[in-house]
C-alpha cells in the first residue's frame, strides 16, 4: 500500500501554466508515474486538478468578500447578480491563474482543461443565480450562503455534469460530509506544518485508484477569520465554534478527483 501511495510533490511555481513548456523538465523529474499513462497525459490532468481548484477558490473568495453585504439588514435588493459574480470570478481566477476565460482561444492550456474550466465557470454562475432567494432575503441576518455552501453546491452540480470530483475538506470538519478519507489527511497533514512551503499542491496517481488525485491548500483571509478565527471555542455567527485560526494559517484543502483514462 505504502509503495503505491507514492505522492508526488508539485512546484505550483513551476507547474505554473504560463511556465509550463519552459518548466516541464523541472516539474517532470519528480514523478514517478504508476498508473501505466503517459507522461503527458498525467502533466495535462495535474494542470487541470490544479485550475479547477484555482477557479472554486476564487469563486469561493468573492463569495467570501461579499458575506456582511448578503446578510445587511436594510438592503434587500443586494445587487449580487450572476452576472456581477461571473464578473469578479473570471477577474479574480486571472489574476491567480494567468488565465482569461474571456479569451480560452489564446490560453495555452489542453482542449479538455478548457472544456472542464468553461463547465466550472458555468456551474458556479447557476450556483449563484439560484441563491439569489437566500441572498436577497428579506430581514437581513444570517445567510446560509457562505463560502462552503458555495463551494459545496458547486462540487456536487460539477459532479454530476463531468466526470471530476472536486470536495471541500480540513483535518477537524465542521460538516462530517466534508471530513477526509486517507490520502486526503495525509497530505492535509502536510499543508498542517507550518514549515510546509506555501500554496504547494500534493498530487499522486496509483495504478489501484486509476486516477490523478490533486490536494490544493486553502489559506485564510480576514474575513474567513470572523468564523474561523478567534476567540476559540466560541460560537461564531453560524453557530459553530470558532477554530481559532490566524491571518494566512492553512485552514483547509480542495480535494480534486479526475478519473485516468487511456
Ligand atoms: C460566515 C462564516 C464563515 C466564513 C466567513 C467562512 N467560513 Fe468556512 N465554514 C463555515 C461553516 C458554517 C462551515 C461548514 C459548512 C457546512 O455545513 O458544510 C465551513 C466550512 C469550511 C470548510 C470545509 C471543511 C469543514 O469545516 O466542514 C473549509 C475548508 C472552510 N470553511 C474554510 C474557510 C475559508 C478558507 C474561509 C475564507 C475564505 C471561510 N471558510 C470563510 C463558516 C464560515
Redesign the pocket.
Known amino acids: 500500500m505504502a509503495s503505491r501511495l507514492r505522492w508526488v510533490i508539485v512546484s505550483l511555481l513551476a507547474c505554473a501554466v504560463a511556465g509550463w513548456a519552459s518548466s516541464e523538465g523541472a516539474c517532470a523529474k519528480d514523478r514517478q508515474p504508476e498508473s501505466g499513462a503517459p507522461l503527458q497525459t498525467i502533466l495535462e490532468l495535474e494542470t487541470t486538478a490544479r485550475l479547477l481548484a484555482v477557479l472554486l477558490d476564487s469563486g469561493?473568495?468573492v463569495i467570501?468578500e461579499h458575506?456582511v453585504l448578503f446578510d445587511e439588514q436594510e438592503k434587500i435588493e443586494k445587487d449580487f447578480t450572476p452576472d456581477v459574480f461571473e464578473r469578479q470570478l473570471l477577474d479574480v481566477f486571472r489574476s491567480r491563474s494567468g488565465t482569461d476565460l474571456r479569451d480560452l482561444e489564446a490560453a495555452r492550456i489542453p482542449a479538455g482543461t478548457k472544456k472542464l474550466l468553461k463547465e466550472l465557470a458555468l456551474v458556479s454562475k447557476q450556483v449563484v443565480a439560484e441563491a439569489q432567494p437566500e441572498i436577497n432575503r428579506r430581514g437581513g441576518g444570517?445567510k446560509e450562503f457562505?463560502?462552503?455552501?458555495f463551494g459545496?453546491r458547486v462540487g456536487t452540480r460539477f459532479t454530476e455534469r463531468t466526470h471530476v470530483r472536486l470536495k471541500?475538506?480540513?483535518l477537524?470538519?465542521?460538516?462530517p460530509?466534508?471530513a477526509p478519507d486517507t490520502v486526503e489527511r495525509t497530505a492535509l497533514e502536510a499543508f498542517a506544518d507550518p514549515s510546509y512551503p506555501r500554496e504547494k499542491v500534493i498530487s499522486e496517481v496509483t495504478a489501484k485508484s486509476g486516477s490523478l488525485r490533486l490536494m490544493f491548500p486553502?489559506?485564510?483571509?480576514r474575513?474567513?477569520l470572523?468564523?474561523?478565527g478567534d476567540p476559540k471555542g466560541e460560537l461564531?455567527?453560524?453557530g459553530?465554534p470558532r477554530e481559532g485560526l490566524s491571518l494566512g494559517q492553512n485552514?483547509?484543502?480542495i480535494s480534486v478527483v479526475i478519473p485516468i483514462r487511456p
Not at 477537524?172 to 460538516?175: D, I, L, T, W
Open positions: 469561493r473568495n467570501n458575506q444570517l457562505i463560502p462552503a455552501i459545496a471541500q475538506t480540513a477537524a470538519p465542521r460538516n460530509l466534508n486553502l489559506y485564510t483571509t474575513k474567513c470572523d468564523c474561523h461564531d455567527r453560524t459553530y485552514a483547509g484543502a
